[in-house]
């Protein structure tokens, strides 16, 4: 069956403490590997793609890793706005068009 | 261009009752996939609609329905509702074909009572 795990749960850093969130998975053919951010009482805001193992993708102070057993959010420098829940989503192939399943989500906070 | 909108984006309603959301995708999306969040179980996914057909399901009872619309906009219904319900429920649109990069509305937060 497939799986996401994500870890750790939570995470306090200070501001400009690097530090990177996990999120580890099983599945049947890996289409995709998504990465969102997601505020309180928001919906997930879309932050990365990656397809293959050895894909790299970087937008500002993130910066995403695959693997063939999982990816990596390393998040450099961060600020107080990076605070938010990070989640993790894999699509696999096996017939499941449209199907996303995710992790529980880290949740970081970045102290000023 | 406009994101991802849903409506409404809050609801409340009585155990019992049925409840119609909305959703229109990004212009040009032609996937819609739904799913509801809970603090317990996280996000799962509900179904997918691409042309007005569903082509995927989750493992959710037949409370929880949908449908497509030809302009791509869709909707989902819940009847009978019960407490459990009560999430956020999510609705995303892709490009075109069943593996695209899905794109997250705000959201319609439904607290069944």
């Known amino acids: 069956e497939d799986q996401v795990t994500q870890s750790p749960e939570a995470l306090r850093l200070q501001e400009g403490e690097s530090s990177s969130l996990n999120c580890s998975y099983t599945?049947?053919?890996?289409?995709?590997l998504f990465w969102y951010r997601q505020d309180p009482g928001k919906g997930p805001e879309f932050l990365f793609t990656l397809y293959s193992a050895g894909e790299e993708k970087e937008k500002e102070r993130l910066k995403a890793t695959l693997t063939k057993k999982e990816s990596f959010l390393h998040i450099t420098a961060p600020k107080p706005e990076d605070s938010a829940t990070y989640l993790c989503a894999v699509q696999s192939g096996s017939g499941n068009t449209g199907k996303l399943i995710f992790g529980q989500g880290t949740t970081l906070q970045v102290k000023p | 261009k406009a994101g991802v909108t849903q409506t409404p984006r809050y609801l409340i309603k009585t155990r019992g009752q049925q409840v119609t959301l909305s959703c229109s995708p990004i212009s040009g999306h032609r996937s819609v996939s739904w799913y509801q969040q809970t603090p317990g179980q996280g996000l799962q996914f509900l179904f997918e609609?691409?042309?007005?057909?569903?082509?995927n399901k989750g493992n959710f009872p037949g409370r929880f329905s949908g449908r497509q619309f030809s302009n791509s906009r869709s909707e989902m219904n819940v009847s009978t509702l019960e407490l459990g319900d009560s999430a956020l429920y999510l609705c995303?649109?892709?490009?075109?074909?069943?593996?695209?990069?899905?794109?997250f509305g705000p959201g319609t937060r439904l607290l069944v009572l």
């Open positions: 599945v049947s053919g890996l289409r995709g």
């Open positions: 995303a649109s892709s490009l075109m074909d069943a593996w695209g990069t899905q794109y």
């Open positions: 609609y691409f042309s007005e057909t569903q082509r």
